[in-house]
């Protein structure tokens, strides 16, 4: 599966997993299938909130970076992902509208799928790993 530059569906993505072995599997497929084309990889949601807080300081260079996608991991230490999008919600609004945020996850848990589908921001809950299909029903 090659990509061509710029025939990407997305300009950027961004991945929010503890796991790096899942963070590189998933980068591979998000840049395989022409979903985006540049992936940001973050193993915390605290250091992924500083890179998207970083953004709204520099408003010329915020539209070339804000994700157009996040997937998040909901089981991560120090900050789950729950945690996360309450932290999300205090983001400026360019990132908030333009960001969808995809919660994946190897939860089976009915709770946590219940409480993401009553997140506002959280577009879709699926579980890991990324395909072609989930990426193609996004």
Same mark, same amino acid.
């Given at each position: ?37 540049? $992936?940001? !990889? ?6 992924? %909130?500083?890179?998207?807080? @970083?953004?709204?300081?520099? !408003? ?14 909901? @089981? ?10 309450? +932290?999300? +919600? ?5 990132? !908030? ?6 919660? %994946? !996850? ?15 921001? $959280?577009?879709?809950? $699926? ?12």
């Amino acid at each position: 599966m090659k990509q061509k530059k710029n025939t990407a569906k997305y300009s950027t993505a961004m991945l929010v997993d503890d796991n790096e072995i899942d963070n590189f599997i998933n980068q591979k497929m998000l840049e395989g299938t022409g979903f985006a084309e540049k $992936v940001f !990889t973050y193993t915390s949601g605290i250091s992924a %909130l500083e890179f998207l807080k @970083n953004l709204e300081r520099k !408003t010329n260079a915020m539209q070339d970076f804000v994700p157009d996608y996040i997937f998040l991991d909901i @089981n991560m230490p120090m900050m789950d992902g729950f945690q996360f999008l309450q +932290e999300f +919600e205090k983001l400026s609004s360019v990132i !908030t509208e333009k960001s969808k945020i995809a919660i %994946l !996850t190897t939860s089976i848990n009915p709770v946590d799928q219940k409480n993401s589908e009553k997140n506002a921001w $959280v577009s879709i809950f $699926v579980n890991k790993p990324l395909t072609e299909k989930i990426l193609e029903d996004l």
